[in-house]
């Protein structure tokens, strides 16, 4: 499963930005969806994931009410629409995707999927 994302950029404190990822696979309705985000020095962290249908989203509470994850079958694409952005949300932002990533309990780990893009990085100034 090939991803590419896209959208990052530099953007003041309270602005906003949209991710795209965007698949060639065939079978994209199969997969679940998510975007984790990596800062300088730190672990990969989980932002967002989607349902395969776009029924059920999950989020990290620190980006709860500001960010909000969608997805478009027919285009077989995920976004990432980030609104009242924070300095602490600058970082590279990864799309992910698994066909079973396992039940949401909470949070997702890394390891929960298998299929990674390239990463596009956020930065927010302050």
């Known amino acids: 499963v090939q991803l590419q994302a896209s959208g990052g950029g530099l953007v003041q404190a309270g602005g906003s930005l949209r991710l795209s990822c965007a698949s060639s696979e065939r079978t994209f309705s199969s997969y679940v969806m998510g975007w984790f985000r990596q800062a300088p020095g730190k672990e990969r962290e989980f932002v967002a994931a989607i349902t395969r249908s776009g029924g059920s989203a999950y989020y990290v509470d620190s980006v709860k009410g500001r960010f909000t994850i969608s997805r478009e079958n027919a285009k077989k694409t995920v976004y990432l629409q980030m609104n009242s952005l924070k300095p602490e949300d600058t970082a590279v932002y990864y799309c992910?995707?698994?066909?079973?990533?396992?039940?949401?309990?909470?949070?997702?780990?890394?390891?929960?999927?298998?299929?990674w893009g390239q990463g596009t990085q956020v930065t927010v100034s302050s």
């Open positions: 992910a995707a698994d066909l079973s990533p396992g039940p949401y309990r909470g949070t997702y780990y890394a390891d929960n999927f298998g299929y």
